[in-house]
């Protein structure tokens, strides 16, 4: 073999090695990729896991309660059925996996809302630990929502409201699976209430302390967790308010809740009734001496038509607004406020 002959063959053979370095290459990063990569998860999906109570136990990169949502990516990243095995602690509940606290069945969630959450988690994985290198994955999750437990304040398993208002997700006996628990700091009265999400009302109000979770973290005696204080008001059994004519008050509404948003570090639940759009915002506060409190419903029912009212409790609940007058027993909303109004009851505390 001649000299030019020899030169052309070396330069092949260096060309055919650039093209397979260049190759591997290319098809590294797919290889290295884990098993199951989410689609297009929506924007809101994020969202879900502050207004579905995930993350009354969960954080996004720091152990809690339970595991951090990119422990739990990491580890099923290369998992065939990363996604199916998360689907299913969310819907039927786990023990055992993370620890010996137990979490309960997600049953509040729809399915497409846990599908998302669950192809979410799987697309987080933990940042880079020093002197470690990276977890199995590849990019860090970042906090990208207000997260409810940041003022909250633990005592073994007591949670105490700190200086600003605090909201859980949890699980209480005699209401729903879809309970939210609003603790109010000292300074707008110290008081606490809960929401049941599945009914779109509220169930009662307290005083006196927040929250023991002792049953739902340990898994002892259950998942509900316990009312620190007494009840000062149970609130009627009945969806409230009224979307419609009042002679027809034997219709049940039909209310779909679609999560709530913080105002100021306290929730305005969002819910539809009868296919309207309803923000509903409730405060509390506790009058001077302590001698009594007040209970005020905040509505917008933006563009409604229809007549609206709210209906009142059968015992003696004293009420009071500027936007409704007394007709056949509830109080019927002035057409020019039904958009915006709002209704108080005062609760005397002292015998």
Known sequence: MDEDSTVRALAGKQLMLRCATALLCLFQPVLAEPQVVAGNIPEKVPDLFTSQGCAACHHLEQPSIGPSMAAVGSH???????????????????????????????????????????????????????????????????????????????????????????????????????????????????????????ECRLLYVWSG???????????????????????????????????????????????????????????EFLYQVDGQDVTHRIVCQAKPQGGSVSITHHFSLPGVAEEVSFLSAKEHVHYHTEDATWSSGVLLVHPDKRADFSISISINLKP
């Open 76 to 198: 099923y990243a290369n998992d065939p059925k990363g996604i199916e095995t998360i689907l299913h602690s969310l819907q039927m509940g786990a023990k055992g996996k993370w620890g010996q606290n137990e979490m309960p069945p997600q049953s509040h969630l729809t399915k497409e809302n846990a599908e998302q959450l669950a192809e979410w988690i799987l697309t987080l994985r933990k940042k880079e630990e020093r002197g470690g290198g990276a977890k199995a994955g590849g990019y860090a999750s970042e906090p990208a929502f207000h997260s409810p437990l940041i003022f909250e304040k633990r005592v073994g398993t007591v949670v105490e409201v700190g200086d600003a208002p605090v909201v859980y997700r949890v699980y209480l006996p005699g209401a729903s699976s879809r309970v939210i628990a609003v603790g109010l700091p000292q300074k707008l009265g110290g008081i606490s209430y809960a929401f049941d999400a599945a």
């Open 209 to 267: 302390g927040f929250l023991d979770m002792e049953k739902a973290w340990t898994g002892f005696g259950g998942w509900y967790a316990r009312l620190l204080g007494a009840k000062i008001y149970q609130a009627p059994n009945q969806f409230p308010l009224r979307i419609g004519k009042l002679d027809d008050t034997g219709k049940k509404q039909e209310v779909a809740f679609k999560g709530y948003r913080l105002v100021r570090g306290q929730p």
